[in-house]
């Protein structure tokens, strides 16, 4: 499970900023049962999911891309670049002291009953720090610790990695642990694996993950749990069923690239095409007796929202199953509160999250707040001043006298005692200044 994930000087974020699923003291008695994992290996109790609420352009979508862009540079590191490629790090640009700092990751989690911390210090040409640290019992071992391109070692615990130091084959712009991976050490390819498995989708654009949800349908077994998910979100859909692309009949209007792309692909590596997903509806007679099911396509006529509750359904249950991290940037974007709160309550049930799987998401959905389902340590704020510095903090934050656990967070979320929220004075200004101009030429 994610313990803790910090960022320094990426993006909008300038000072280390840091998001802490450790449940806090001072909601013991709340919800505690169903919304936390009680961890007594290590004595911590680990929150199942976080919200996090902000202004436009106040870091909440560049907090998940630090999460996005550590995930990638792990897993990619040390196979999709050679010697000498430019890392497409973004530190943060507005002061003089940042711009040409490096940007700093880390990450603390635990998996297969062993905690790990990982992080990295990396600039736009290579990595300035890299450490690993292990904590199989109750002391935190360190692996290895990284200065440039100078590697302290554990000899025992970490040899594979000392190896491909010795034989140089550690690039300048190339992560020891992704290097370690590829040569079967074995802590390193847990804490990959790890990482590969933290699952950052974004709620604006599903066609990045559509496909991948209608790869599952053609297993019964998922098709089954993707169409519950469907009837249970109420939108009428009596099953589903994949319309495959017959080659033999290729659009005319399609590009030649495009067309040869898909012929070749087909026929050398047997690949299927989907061509749309039709889902079956029940229909009625004048008397509203049932007559039959017709069958709709999903991109031409269900709703956006409908297209991305089915493409999120592959993802929610992939993480489900197998106790990843779900992290989604504009979880409610196209969706219905109440959906929204379901996706919630799915992941805080003890009954069907047995394998503890975390959300961690974005939203402007303030209906959330108001809803019960979270606790003040699992809702989260982006907040930029006006040198154009974000930070992130929680409810959990104020002082217990400041914020009780029962009063109304959303009420007092828009009116802005927890700040977080935009100053629209000058916009209220802007409207009453062009009034005063429009009364002036009427006279």
Same mark, same amino acid.
């Given at each position: 499970m994610l313990i803790q994930f910090s960022v320094r000087n990426f993006k909008t974020f300038k000072e280390r900023t840091s998001l802490n699923l450790v449940a806090s003291n001072y909601d013991k008695d709340t919800r505690?049962?169903? /919304?936390?994992?009680?961890?007594?290996? %290590? /004595?911590? +109790?680990?929150?199942k999911s976080a919200v996090i609420y902000g202004a436009n352009a106040s870091g909440k979508s560049k907090f998940i891309d630090a999460l996005a862009f550590m995930k990638r540079f792990v897993v990619s590191s040390s196979k999709e670049s050679q010697k000498g490629d430019e890392i497409d790090v973004e530190p943060f640009r507005l002061s003089v002291e940042s711009e040409n700092s490096p940007t700093e990751f880390e990450v603390i989690f635990t998996f297969n009953k062993i905690m790990y911390r990982y992080g990295f210090e990396v600039d736009k040409k290579q990595i300035v720090s890299e450490w690993l640290f292990r904590k199989p019992k109750t002391k935190e071992v360190e692996l290895f610790y990284r200065d440039y391109q100078k590697f302290d070692v554990h000899p025992r615990n970490f040899a594979k990695g000392a190896t491909v130091i010795k034989e140089g084959l550690v690039r300048n712009n190339a992560l020891l642990l992704s290097v370690a991976a590829q040569f079967n050490d074995s802590t390193s390819i847990n804490v990959l694996d790890w990482i590969k498995n933290l699952k950052?989708?974004?709620? #604006? @654009?599903?066609?990045?993950?559509?496909?991948?949800?209608?790869?599952?349908?053609?297993?019964?077994?998922? =098709?089954?749990?993707? #169409?519950? #998910?469907? =009837?249970?979100?109420?939108?009428?859909?009596?099953?589903?069923?994949?319309?495959m692309l017959d080659i033999e009949k290729l659009p005319k209007e399609m590009p030649k690239e495009l067309r040869e =792309?898909?012929?070749?692909?087909?026929?050398? $590596?047997?690949? $299927? %095409?989907?061509?749309?997903?039709?889902?079956?509806?029940? =229909? &009625? *007679?004048?008397?509203?007796? &049932?007559?039959? /099911?017709i069958n709709f396509s999903l991109d031409d006529d269900e709703s956006s929202g409908t297209q991305k509750f089915f493409a999120l359904t592959g993802p929610i249950i992939d993480v489900i199953e197998n106790g990843y991290i779900l992290v989604v940037d504009e979880l409610d974007s196209k969706l219905h509160p109440n959906l929204v709160c379901k996706i919630v309550s799915l992941f805080n049930s003890k009954e069907l999250n047995p394998k503890n799987a975390q959300l961690i %998401? /974005?939203?402007?959905?303030?209906?959330?707040?108001?809803?019960?389902?979270?606790? @003040? !340590?699992?809702?989260? &704020?982006? $907040?930029? !001043?006006?040198?154009?510095?974000? +930070? #992130?903090?929680?409810?959990? *934050? &104020?002082?217990?006298? $400041?914020? @009780?656990?029962t009063e109304a967070f959303e009420e007092n979320y828009i009116r802005g005692k927890y700040g977080a929220v935009p100053f629209l004075g000058f916009f209220d200004n802007l409207i009453y200044k062009k009034l005063l101009e429009q009364d002036e030429n009427e006279k």
């Open positions: 505690e049962s169903e /919304n936390i994992l009680e961890d007594n290996k %290590f /004595n911590l +109790r680990i929150l950052t989708i974004s709620g #604006l @654009r599903e066609d990045g993950y559509q496909g991948y949800t209608m790869g599952k349908i053609k297993d019964p077994n998922n =098709k089954k749990k993707i #169409l519950e #998910l469907l =009837k249970a979100a109420d939108l009428g859909i009596q099953d589903i069923k994949l319309e =792309k898909i012929i070749k692909e087909s026929s050398e $590596e047997n690949t $299927e %095409f989907f061509s749309d997903i039709l889902t079956s509806h029940k =229909k &009625f *007679d004048v008397s509203k007796r &049932f007559i039959e /099911n %998401f /974005n939203t402007q959905d303030t209906n959330l707040l108001s809803s019960g389902l979270f606790r @003040r !340590d699992q809702i989260w &704020f982006t $907040e930029k !001043d006006k040198f154009g510095e974000a +930070r #992130l903090y929680s409810l959990a *934050d &104020f002082k217990s006298d $400041e914020v @009780r656990k």
